[in-house]
């Protein structure tokens, strides 16, 4: 391909009966006098980035900054997702924008951290009549056995207990996800 008459880039196609380059948009008549120059993969690597650049949307959200796929007004996904359905710069939507800024420049934000300080755990009424389901089994299992061995059936009740608040934290971390 010829080099741009204009800014000398090798970065140039055939367009009709003209020439246009890519990074300048300069166009000249194919017939004119030019210098064609063989074009390299490192210039087809150029011209791809070019190309990729221009059609990159990652850039930095107009509200909370941070460097997502913007998808309108100038705000990432989860912003434009806070706001959706409000109507623009009435007080509801600026303090919509207001909370999603604070909620995604939180360092714990998507990353398991703890936001608040909770209070105990709560069980539901169905994890409380498993376990009591699972104890009554467990007792019945372990009737016939001397008090001696009875240390083992607790320590075994209190590994199970574990595992049944372990699953319910689970589950409450999904559910505080799931309201944030």
């Known amino acids: 391909m010829p080099t741009c008459p ?23 008549p194919i017939s004119g006098t030019v210098q064609i ?10 011209i791809r980035e070019d190309i990729m650049t221009k059609n990159n949307r990652i850039r930095s ?7 997502k796929v913007i998808q309108s007004h100038g705000r990432c996904g989860g912003c434009n997702g806070a706001v959706k359905g409000l109507i623009p710069d009435t007080p509801e939507f600026l303090k919509t924008l207001a909370a999603a800024k ?14 608040s300080v909770e209070g105990p755990k709560k069980i539901s009424s169905a994890g409380v009549k498993k376990i009591k389901t699972h104890v009554r089994a467990l007792k019945i299992k372990h009737a016939g056995e001397a ?4 240390a083992l059936v607790i320590a075994s009740m209190e590994m199970q207990r574990d595992s049944f608040l372990s699953s319910a934290d689970k589950m409450q971390k ?4 799931l309201m944030s």
Request: charge should be positive; glycine fraction near 8%.
């Open 102 to 115: 604070e909620r995604f420049s939180d360092p714990n934000y998507k990353r398991g951290g703890k936001r």
């Open 174 to 177: 999904a559910i505080d996800i």
């Open 37 to 46: 120059v063989p074009i390299t993969i490192n210039d087809v690597k150029q």
């Open 147 to 150: 008090p001696a061995d009875m």
């Open 61 to 67: 959200c107009d509200n909370c900054g941070r460097e």
């Open 6 to 28: 204009k800014c000398d880039s090798r970065m140039t196609y055939p367009d009709g009966a003209n020439y246009a380059c890519i990074k300048c948009g300069q166009r000249w």
